[in-house]
């Protein structure tokens, strides 16, 4: 049984950072999957921001490229997303999910991950 807890979440001012953490419980001995952060904003759709694959590959969405970093630890099997320069458009709810399996291809949308946590939130202030 996979569970996902978040953790991490504030209101910051534009211009400052936030790091989530996701603590990952029932991965240690998946052989292969893929996690990601995806978030969603009041009345918009939940989007994927980053993503990364056990064996350490990532992707992200170009709206946060050279802003947030996505991480793991494997040792503490934990999943970490670090958001730099934050803008008022990056308040959301911040979701961290999985997916079982390897995939070439990161990037997927939120219906094709199993398993979900109960999400941080995030508010930006301009």
Request: glycine residues 12%; hydrophobic residues 35%.
């Amino acid at each position: 049984q996979v569970q996902l807890v978040e953790s991490g979440g504030g209101s910051v001012q534009a211009g400052g950072s936030l790091k989530l953490s996701c603590a990952a419980s029932g991965l240690k001995y998946i052989g292969n999957y893929c996690m990601g952060w995806f978030r969603q904003a009041p009345g918009k759709e939940r989007e994927g921001v980053a993503f990364i694959s056990k064996d350490g590959r990532t992707n992200y969405a170009d709206s946060v490229k050279g802003r947030f970093t996505i991480s793991q630890d494997n040792d503490k099997n934990t999943l970490y997303l670090q958001m730099n320069s934050l803008k008022p458009e990056d308040t959301a709810m911040y979701y961290c999910a999985a997916r079982l399996g390897w995939y070439l291809q990161l990037r997927a949308p939120a219906e094709d991950f199993g398993y979900w946590g109960q999400g941080t939130e995030v508010t930006v202030s301009s």
